[in-house]
């Protein structure tokens, strides 16, 4: 069983950072894409970044250079990297994985696999 767990959401001022993780545990496929996505109650999910099986990162303009995705393969946790923090980045944040890195930039199928969110809010 595949499990996905997020961590390091939190309440910050805007011009502030935050580094999420996300600890993943059972086996996912190697050539799977992994990235985050980001979804408030009423509102459309929004792809935030995603990293394939070669260490590729997109959309190659992931809020403007702000946040940095990253893995480490050997144990298995995947980062999101926060930077210049802004009112409207509030949201929560799901970390993914899937076959496609598609599904986890948006679209109406939800990807594979997803954790149970870590809330971020960024006040002015």
């Known amino acids: 069983q595949v499990t996905l767990v997020e961590s390091g959401g939190g309440s910050v001022t805007a011009g502030g950072s935050l580094n999420l993780s996300c600890a993943i545990s059972?086996?996912?496929?190697?050539?799977?894409?992994m990235g985050w996505f980001r979804q408030a109650p009423e509102k459309e999910r929004e792809g935030v970044s995603i990293?394939?099986?070669?260490?590729?990162?997109g959309p190659p303009d992931s809020d403007k250079g702000r946040f940095s995705i990253s893995k480490d393969s050997a144990k298995n946790i995947l980062f999101l990297q926060m930077n210049s923090l802004k009112p409207e980045d509030t949201d929560m944040y799901y970390c993914?994985?899937?076959?496609?890195?598609?599904?986890?930039?948006?679209?109406?199928?939800?990807?594979?696999?997803r954790g149970q969110g870590t809330q971020v809010t960024v006040s002015s």
């Open positions: 993914a994985a899937d076959a496609g890195c598609g599904r986890i930039l948006g679209g109406p199928i939800l990807p594979r696999y």
């Open positions: 059972g086996d996912i496929h190697p050539t799977y894409c």
């Open positions: 990293i394939d099986e070669y260490g590729d990162t």
